[in-house]
């Protein structure tokens, strides 16, 4: 199974930049997939995920900022982020978990939002 993340770059504080993940190869239908990220000196953590019944949950920091999204017929998922801040400033990773419970990881995709 291969997650391949695109979408990162470097951005200003308030611009907008969205994430896209594509999952192929997997033999079962994926259930719940998310967005993590990890800044410099920091662990990885929760930044959006959405199951297969399309519900959401956020963490605290990117509320009302970020939305995650998913196309099942593409087999990806997005993370559109806007009103940036440095402190969002990561490698995003994305991340699926299919129906008999397997997780996998995507290579990360770098944002940097600096002035």
């Known amino acids: 199974v291969q997650l391949q993340a695109s979408g990162g770059g470097l951005v200003q504080p308030g611009w907008s930049v969205r994430l896209s993940c594509v999952v192929s190869g997997s033999r079962f239908s994926i259930n719940a997939m998310g967005w993590y990220r990890q800044a410099p000196g920091k662990q990885r953590e929760l930044v959006a995920a959405?199951?297969?019944?399309?519900?959401?949950n956020y963490a605290d920091s990117v509320k009302s900022r970020f939305t995650i999204s998913r196309d099942n017929a593409k087999n990806t998922v997005y993370l559109q982020m806007n009103s940036l801040k440095p402190e969002d400033t990561a490698v995003y990773y994305c991340?699926?978990?299919?129906?008999?419970?397997?997780?996998?990881w995507g290579q990360g995709t770098l944002v940097t939002v600096s002035s």
């Open positions: 991340r699926c978990m299919d129906y008999v419970g397997r997780v996998y």
């Open positions: 959405i199951t297969d019944a399309e519900r959401t």
